[in-house]
């Protein structure tokens, strides 16, 4: 098992960082203030949010050809921190 370092600042043209918002069903999650790739080589694989006050883990996992973002049932101010990762680049967190 390879421990990865969580990236916090953006590098590169590509975006990664998480962008969250609130909406009705609770927060959505888009990779990038200009979306992700999603293309066959080089895609976001996951999205994963934790939380503070119930020490919880959410996490969806995406395909190529998927929108980068995902919804989850978590009140915003809840959140701990987000996490995604990129097939090539690695592993960012907010
Ligand atoms: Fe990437």
Request: charged residues 50%; hydrophobic residues 35%.
């Given at each position: 098992m390879e421990l990865k370092d969580e990236k916090r600042e953006e590098e590169g043209t590509e975006k990664h960082l998480p962008v969250v918002e609130s909406t009705e069903e609770g927060i959505k999650v888009t990779v990038g203030s200009v979306p992700h790739p999603m293309e066959d080589k080089h895609y976001i694989e996951w999205v994963e949010v934790i939380t503070r006050k119930t020490e919880r883990t959410y996490k969806t996992f995406l395909s190529p050809g998927d929108t980068p973002e995902a919804v989850f049932p978590?009140?915003?101010?809840?959140?701990l921190f987000v996490r995604t990762y990129c097939n090539i680049h690695g592993l960012w967190k907010y």
């Open positions: 978590v009140n915003e101010k809840d959140v």
